[in-house]
Nanobody
Framework: QVRLVESGGGLVQAGGSLRLSCAAS????????MGWYRQAPGKQRELVAS???????NYADSVKGRSTISRDNGKNTPYLQMSSLKPEDTAVYYC??????????WGQGTQVTVSS
């Protein structure tokens, strides 16, 4: 079973930046889309950003212009660079990978806390 492990979260002041990384326990083939989701306390998990196998990206309106998703083609895992962080960005951030065969892999999440 493939495991994803996120890193790069932490406590940051408002206006600061973070770079989230995702590592896979083994190579994942036939990836169609990779993404980052987040879940704040009392709220549903929501998509933050995604990137397809051909490089098309999609961002939530709330992070558009402040975040950049990229991928490590060699490792087939995504990165998320976030800047101008706001307290409302506080959440657990999850890495997600979906394959052509319909397999969806999730990490355990990394906490991002933005202080005002």
């Amino acid at each position: 079973q493939v495991r994803l492990v996120e890193s790069g979260g932490g406590l940051v002041q408002a206006g600061g930046s973070l770079r989230l990384s995702c590592a896979a326990s083994e190579s994942i083939r036939s990836i169609t889309v990779m993404g980052w989701y987040r879940q704040a306390p009392g709220k549903q998990r929501e998509l933050v950003a995604s990137i397809t196998s051909i490089g098309s990206t999609n961002y939530a309106d709330s992070v558009k212009g402040r975040s950049t998703i990229s991928r490590d083609n060699g490792k087939n895992t995504p990165y998320l660079q976030m800047s101008s962080l706001k307290p409302e960005d506080t959440a657990v951030y999850y890495c997600n990978v979906i394959t052509f065969w319909g397999n969806a892999y999730w990490g355990q999440g990394t906490q991002v806390t933005v202080s005002s």
